[in-house]
């Protein structure tokens, strides 16, 4: 990201956007849904009332959680508030296990004593106007992620992938359910709680991770290295350890400098590099030790 438009002011403006968008989204989904399912009484439509619900519930969790993350950094919190971020979807998979577990026993249920389905032309002519609006939303969280790689937003969008996935799923169950296949309805709400637990599991492995401090992928490592080493009088790099505190990267590292240069000299070689890091991961906290350069790779610089 070398925007240099894309300000920190920017970012916060974009993730309160979308968050506000999710729950927007979210509640009128849950309303038409619900207007469906008291019309149509689809197992299928429940299934996707269900994931509506704990999508807006997890919406409200990530409109908190990201209002709290863009907080600055404190005496109490000197990287900032961050991994409020990665709290939010640890939260959101559980809520996602939970509802997954509810709709694969209803599903069952249904499965085993059918039921006639009613309304089947207004449950579907709701379901898509669900699917664009979710499209639409997805869309826009999808850019929104691209700037800011916020945690938090990608596990909300996860849940939204799901619904456009599941909500084309129930459309063909239901047009399928007026033909005469009454349990394709109760069919699909059981693989839509199986799609469901999974992607929560997905969310809940990325969630640890970011907590545990998870290094950042070896890709961008190897670019911190060859964006170091292109600096002329660096010799060498080593220690590099990175992470994720939600929107923000942190980055330390021992580079190898010529050990007779002087210390003012030094210093100002380390202020360049920290400066060509700070360009390419805008508000990266970077720590940068000094070391002599050892000629022999095998050897700790001293």
């Known amino acids: 990201m070398k925007d240099a438009e894309f300000t920190t002011e920017n970012h916060s403006r974009l993730l309160h956007r979308v968050a506000s968008a999710s ?23 429940l299934a996707s009332l269900v994931d509506s619900s704990i999508d807006m519930l997890a919406s409200l969790i990530n409109f908190i959680a990201v209002r709290y993350a863009l907080q600055p950094a404190d005496e109490e919190h000197r990287f900032g508030h961050g991994k409020a971020e ?9 809520f996602i296990m939970v509802s997954a577990v509810f709709l694969l026993m209803r599903g069952v249920d249904r499965v085993i004593n059918p039921q006639p389905l009613q309304a089947l032309d207004i449950a579907v002519a709701v379901m898509l106007v669900s699917i664009v609006l979710t499209l639409g939303l997805v869309w826009y969280q999808r850019r929104v992620i691209a700037l800011t ?17 599941t909500n084309t799923g129930i459309v063909i169950a239901l047009v399928l359910s007026s033909l005469q296949f009454p349990q394709a309805d109760a069919v699909l709400a ?13 969310i809940w492995n990325e969630s640890i991770q970011h907590l545990l401090d998870r290094e950042l992928p070896e890709d961008v490592q190897r670019h911190i290295e060859q964006l170091v080493l292109k600096h002329a009088d ?19 590292m021992h580079i190898e400098l010529d050990g007779h240069l002087p210390l003012y000299r030094a210093h ?12 390419e991961f805008p508000g990266a906290d970077i720590i940068i030790h000094q070391d002599p350069f050892h000629p022999r790779s095998d050897a700790t610089p001293l």
Request: glycine share 8%.
């Open 190 to 202: 059981i693989a839509i709680a199986l799609y469901i637990f999974y992607t929560a599991i997905q």
């Open 149 to 165: 790689g916020s945690v938090a937003i990608k596990a909300d969008s996860l849940h939204y992938v799901s619904d456009l996935l």
């Open 268 to 279: 100002r070689i380390c202020d360049q590099v920290e400066a060509e890091l700070m360009n």
């Open 23 to 45: 729950v927007l989204v979210a509640l009128v989904l849950i309303a038409i849904k619900g207007y469906a399912w008291w019309l149509s009484g689809a197992v299928s439509l």
């Open 234 to 252: 660096v010799l060498g790099v080593h220690g590099l350890r990175t992470r994720q505190s939600g929107r923000q990267k942190i980055i330390q």
């Open 86 to 94: 990665a709290l939010a979807g640890l939260g959101q998979s559980l």
